[in-house]
């Protein structure tokens, strides 16, 4: 992979408003030196994206990239359907991927990530190894693939590199699961020893236990010894026969076992927590830890979903996981629209007398809580945070006589987004993505063949 190399060149941008802390202000222009915001200050000269919102980049803190294969694929009914018989459908998808086919398959989320305004990914990536389970010649082949795809499209990346062992307590990995295993912590530790040393300011690593189903407690001990300095994330009460697999195993719900293990700080982020138990949210408070939802997935899935308003004090982002759909905004609204279907009242999550309160903490879980979650010093338009930036269109329909901030939330999408910057430069330029058609074309061949 080649070498990235911070851009040089000076950019103003001067758009009819800038999001801020406070919400919307007009008259300001973006100067980005060295990839990065270098000053916000009154405008020197005209607008130069007339009707445009300019946001942080919105952050994915949660994909799997090759999923994006089954859209469409899983839509229908054969006999029992849940979670594990669509596990089962991923599996195949999983095996049937080739090291080009995961880097195609992977550019085409990404593509689309892009496209919609995300700026960074957090890819929990656990294709590791030829479908026998042989390593390639190169161990980090696939994880290299994933991040070419990110580089290529213009996305920022934090490799989350997976853990897996095993199928569950006393189960040993399956045959579609071969891929994903490690046989010792000390091989997952390496691995993630040498994506660490990849020269490219916007690729980033991290530790992801995949599950107390897939990774023993003492594999859980051994990397919170290792005291790495990076983000770990995993999967935490994403499924009731996870809970109930794990109270066996450990005679604890699965926060607490990571806990134990010592791996709960402000580092970690757990994702879904669809079925929290009692004290998560005081363990998760006491660390600074987060948690990350995925809405779309989850409801796809019919995991169940955040309650959130349980979870007052802790920082939540949001993440497209499994890709059947790609849309942060919807992501991000989905937070409130099922908070209020459970609780039988509107604006649960909402500041009071605050008119833009609402709009701007569910915009917060799309930015600025994903970018801390994964490391990354991005998700908020400040001097010094990288110049990942998205402008949006508010001359759509959608905005006609409307309040544009909570319009934009409870509205949006993504044929809103006109032009994207990482790190400065441009990613999608009127709406358009120059790498497009050849990463459509990729992908649909790789599909084809699996």
């Known amino acids: 992979m080649d070498s990235y190399h911070i851009p040089k060149s000076r950019r103003i941008l001067r758009p009819q408003w800038v999001l801020g802390p406070e919400g919307l202000r007009s008259g300001i222009e973006v100067v980005i030196e060295a990839g990065r915001v270098a000053q916000l200050r009154a405008q020197t000269g005209p ?30 009914r054969q006999g029992s359907d849940d979670f594990r018989t669509w596990r089962e459908r991923m599996y195949a998808l999983a095996t049937g991927l080739d090291p080009d086919g995961v880097e195609a398959v992977s550019a085409l989320a990404f593509l689309e990530m892009a496209l919609a305004g ?16 042989a390593p390639y010649a190169d161990p980090d082949e696939l994880a290299r693939r994933v991040i070419a795809a990110a580089r290529r499209v213009g996305l920022r990346i934090c490799l989350l590199r997976v853990a897996y062992h095993r199928a569950g307590a006393g189960r040993p990995p399956t045959p579609a699961q071969r891929r994903f295993v490690d046989p010792t912590p ?10 660490q040393k990849l020269d490219d300011p916007a690729v980033s690593v991290g530790l992801a236990p995949h599950s107390v189903r897939a990774v023993p407690a003492p594999w859980l001990r051994t990397f919170a010894e290792a005291r790495l300095d990076v983000p770990v994330h995993a999967h935490v009460a994403e499924q009731p026969f996870e809970l109930e697999e794990c109270r066996a195993e450990h005679g604890a719900d699965p926060l607490a076992v990571f806990e ?17 138990a009692e004290g998560d949210r005081e363990r998760l408070r006491a660390a600074g830890a987060r948690v990350c939802a995925c809405p779309s997935t989850e ?40 908070a209020r279907g459970v609780q039988g009242r509107r604006n649960v999550l909402s500041p009071p007398d605050a008119p833009d309160g609402l709009a701007l903490r569910l915009l917060d879980a799309a930015t600025a809580h994903g970018a801390r979650a994964l ?20 001359r759509d329909p ?45 992908a649909e061949a790789a599909l084809r063949a699996t």
Request: negative net charge; aromatic residues 8%; glycine residues 10%.
């Open 375 to 394: 490391g990354v010093d991005a998700g908020r338009i400040a001097v010094g945070a990288w110049a990942d930036l998205v402008a949006v269109d508010l």
């Open 118 to 133: 995300i700026t960074t990914v957090g890819e929990f990536h656990y294709l590791h190894h030829n479908p026998d389970g």
């Open 299 to 338: 409801l796809d899935l019919g995991d169940g979903f955040l309650p959130v308003d349980k979870l007052e004090g802790v920082e939540v982002c949001l993440g497209s996981d499994s890709h059947a759909l790609i849309d942060p905004l919807f992501e991000a609204r989905a937070l409130e629209l099922h």
């Open 398 to 442: 959608v905005f006609a006589g409307a309040r544009p901030l909570p319009t934009l939330v409870f509205c949006g999408h993504p044929r809103l987004v006109r032009a994207v910057w990482v790190a400065g430069e441009p990613v999608v330029t009127e709406g358009q993505h120059p790498q497009a058609p050849a990463i459509l074309e990729a």
């Open 186 to 195: 000390e091989r997952a530790l390496d691995a993630l020893t040498r994506l």
């Open 47 to 76: 607008v130069d994206l007339p009707g445009h919102a300019l946001l942080p980049g919105f952050v994915n803190a949660h994909s799997h990239a090759f999923q994006r294969g089954l859209r469409g694929h899983v839509q229908w």
């Open 260 to 276: 134990r293990a010592g791996l709960v700080d402000d580092r970690f982020c757990a994702v879904h927590l669809t079925w929290p």
